[in-house]
Structure formats: structure tokens, C-alpha cells
């Protein structure tokens, strides 16, 4: 359910982010990391977009799973 709600987003630039991200690291999430990914996912393509290209800052909550799917995605280093 998580891969096709990563993979139909409202955005294609969203479909080609996350929903790689979620077919490389769904699986290695544990259930607290899978709960806020599942969180993520509710959030607006448009900010969840600024947030992981780093254009915004969004909330500390999701800090950590957003510079993860960043740095998959090779937006970010590290």
C-alpha cells in the first residue's frame, strides 16, 4: 500500500521521488520509521517537494526521513 501511494502522488517530480525511494527502503524501515513515512505521505506534493529539494525547511519531525529520501533520490550528499 505504502509503494503505490509513493508511486501515485499528485506530482510526477513527487511518483519519481519517492516512489524509488519506497521501493529501496520500504523494507529496511522499522514500524516507527514506517508510521512517519506513512505521515509523509499525507502531506501536499507541492511542500513535500520544497522540503525534500531542501527549498524549504519542513517540519523537524520529518527532518530525518527527508534528507533519507534526498539523499536517494541524489538531491542531497551523504
Known sequence: MLRMR???RGTKEMDLI???FADREITQLDAGDL??????LTEN???????VTGASEGPPE?????????RGAGLRAG
Request: charged share 25%.
Open 62 to 70: 520529518y527532518a530525518a526521513m527527508l534528507a533519507r529520501i534526498a
Open 45 to 51: 506534493d507541492q511542500d513535500l517537494y520544497l522540503w
Open 6 to 8: 509513493s508511486w501515485r
Open 35 to 40: 508510521d512517519l513515512y506513512e505521515r509523509l
Open 18 to 20: 519517492l516512489g524509488p
